[in-house]
């Protein structure tokens, strides 16, 4: 893994052997520390969002000589445990003792908190449980579960879809929860009995502007708390596009009030590493083996394969997420999906892009990692070229620009089937999707209605014809018009990828969400499918409900439904065309 020169990034597995916990130590490289911090990240989409804006933290502190261990809670990301289990809440106050032992187990009893939002919240429930902790910093805290359940979970009903009256979880932006774990986050407070008026624990409020008035927030500031603004964190925490912008003001804010208050003299640690353990699946389903991989290059792969592999394995599934989505994929779609490949004496692969995730140390500028480009190409071979077996049956499944990959990895020699999800890019040769691509689009964190005097003549070309050409011309316009303008890249023609997919013997899944296949209407895609021989025709489905980004329960298991049926039939597309 590329990493800053003066600090040592490590994965590993940490706490119970029977439940589990995925995090990541970033340290000084002489592995002389003043102190220890545990990050408590928030939940759900969020949690996944602000995976690169904490590692930037993790990074900066420990450049300032602190161990800082980022973490997943139990039953969330890479630690054990299903998200939907009625004891979630538990775990995940659990796993906050765990990583603080863990990190007093490595040689450092200075240890210091920070939570953001959720994992503020969580954390002012646990301070009386940890010890003496040297100081607290609450980032833009949750400060009423209540507020924010209800608020996350008619976010939820309104921008990724409805929810069937029948299910009893209570679904969040990112997550879905058993009730009694929603009931249970409901009841928390951030209150200001954190500060005892006896107690002489540091507390920071980075607190975003719009909540300085907050009861709470005044209440910790006259007992002796910091409270210091840091903005308007929007753009960082639930960003509305695929851009996001790291935290980079509120992160100099705590970094520099750790190191303020935090001792200055060091002493050495020994972080205890582990990258494989093995987990029970439940339900009399077979053991699972788990394990993190560092490729040359710096990709961080995750491995989820049966634990009894003597005799190989009968599949593989190559997942693939979608832009700035890190592996676990939308409300942990790939992880859950690969505990069930597992019991089916299957491999899962899943990878954070490099500037995605784990994948590369943070900079403070890299706020977009580049789609559809050769390199993401190369990159995900590499990846499927570390998998090394070939099992019968090989399935690359990916959602919105990880379809694109996926088509690609179709087309590598191996035998294999496509699983598209929502995708948007309809041709397999790379167009680069980067900065200036986006704000051209309107996709970026400052959308424009047209590219800038400087972008290249043909981008403000396409930009302008794309303008012209709306959904309702597109409709009408005779057909093989709407391949040249494809070709050309003025917009998005179905045709052109379900031809070459079909022409080298591939035979899709393609899945879409209501709004996804209203795009692949207007795009002409329903005729594209009927002018192939039956033989090579995709199937197409399309959910009830749901969304493009996949947070969705209904598309989630959709998604898994297909990969698992792919993944039970034997042989290859092309294989299958030719019998």
Not at 115 to 131: E, T
Not at 159 to 177: K, Q, W
Not at 498 to 509: F, K, N, Q, S, T
Request: glycine share 10%; proline share 7%; net charge neutral.
């Amino acid at each position: 893994m590329h990493a800053r020169p003066d600090v040592t990034t490590q994965l590993t597995y940490f706490g119970p052997a029977d439940t589990p916990l995925f995090g990541v130590v970033c340290t000084p490289r002489d592995g002389q520390v003043r102190g220890g911090v545990v990050m408590c990240p928030p939940l759900g989409k969020e949690q996944a969002d602000s995976t690169r804006g904490m590692k930037l933290l993790a990074e900066r502190l420990a450049a300032q000589g602190f161990l800082v261990l980022r973490f997943d809670y139990l039953c969330t990301g890479e630690s054990a445990g299903a998200q939907d289990s009625p004891g979630a809440a538990d775990g995940w106050l659990a796993s906050i003792a765990s990583a603080v032992q863990f990190v007093r187990d490595a040689g450092t009893e200075t240890v210091a908190l920070v939570g953001l939002r959720v994992g503020a919240l969580l954390a002012c429930q646990q301070v009386d449980r940890l010890g003496s902790l040297a100081a607290l910093v609450l980032w833009d805290p949750v400060v009423n579960g209540r507020h924010h359940v209800r608020g996350q979970s008619a976010l939820h009903n309104m921008s990724v879809g409805p929810v069937d009256p029948a299910d009893e979880r209570v679904h969040l932006v990112g997550a879905s929860l058993h009730s009694t774990t929603a009931a249970q986050l409901s009841r928390m407070r951030v209150t200001a009995d954190v500060l005892a008026d006896d107690q002489r624990l540091p507390v920071l409020c980075a607190i975003r502007d719009t909540d300085l008035e907050l009861p709470v927030v005044k209440a910790l500031g006259q007992r002796g708390a910091r409270v210091a603004p840091i903005g308007d964190p929007t753009r960082f925490i639930a960003s509305e596009t695929v851009y996001f912008e790291l935290p980079t003001h509120a992160v100099e804010v705590i970094a520099r009030w750790v190191d303020a208050v935090l001792p200055k003299t060091v002493a050495p640690v020994t972080v205890r590493q582990q990258m494989r353990i093995t987990v029970g699946a439940g339900a009399g389903g077979p053991d699972i083996d788990k394990s993190i991989t560092v490729l040359p290059g710096g990709t961080v792969v995750w491995e989820t394969a049966p634990a009894d592999s003597s005799r190989g394995v009968d599949n593989l599934l190559m997942a693939y997420s979608t832009a700035n989505d890190i592996r676990t994929g939308p409300a942990r779609l790939w992880v859950e999906a690969g505990d069930l490949v597992a019991g089916l004496n299957g491999r899962t692969i899943r990878f954070d892009r490099p500037g995605v995730g784990e994948s590369g140390n943070v900079d403070a500028d890299d706020d977009f990692a580049p789609l559809y480009t050769p390199e993401s190409v190369e990159q995900a071979r590499a990846v499927f070229d570390f998998a090394a077996e070939r099992p019968s049956r090989i399935v690359h499944a990916g959602l919105c620009s990880g379809s694109w990959l996926a088509a690609h990895g179709g087309c590598w020699p191996e035998e294999s089937h496509v699983v598209m999800v929502n995708p948007l890019m309809w041709r397999l040769r790379a167009r680069t999707f980067d900065t200036a691509m986006a704000i051209a689009s309107g996709a970026a964190s400052q959308p424009v209605d047209s590219p800038g005097a400087g972008a290249p003549w043909s981008t403000r070309a396409q930009a302008r014809l794309r303008g012209t050409l709306g959904p309702s011309l597109r409709k009408h316009m005779p057909y093989p018009l709407v391949g040249l303008l494809g070709a050309a890249g003025v917009v998005q023609a179905p045709q052109l990828l379900l031809r070459e997919l079909a022409g080298r013997g591939l035979r899709p899944d393609v899945l879409f969400s209501p709004w996804d296949h209203e795009r692949f209407t207007v795009n002409r895609g329903p005729k594209a499918v009927s002018k192939l021989k039956p033989d090579r025709r995709p199937q197409v489905t399309v959910t009830p409900t749901g969304d493009h980004p996949g947070l969705h329960w209904a598309v989630r298991a959709a998604v898994i439904d297909r990969c698992l049926s792919a993944l039970a039939e034997p042989g290859g597309d092309r294989a299958a065309v030719q019998r």
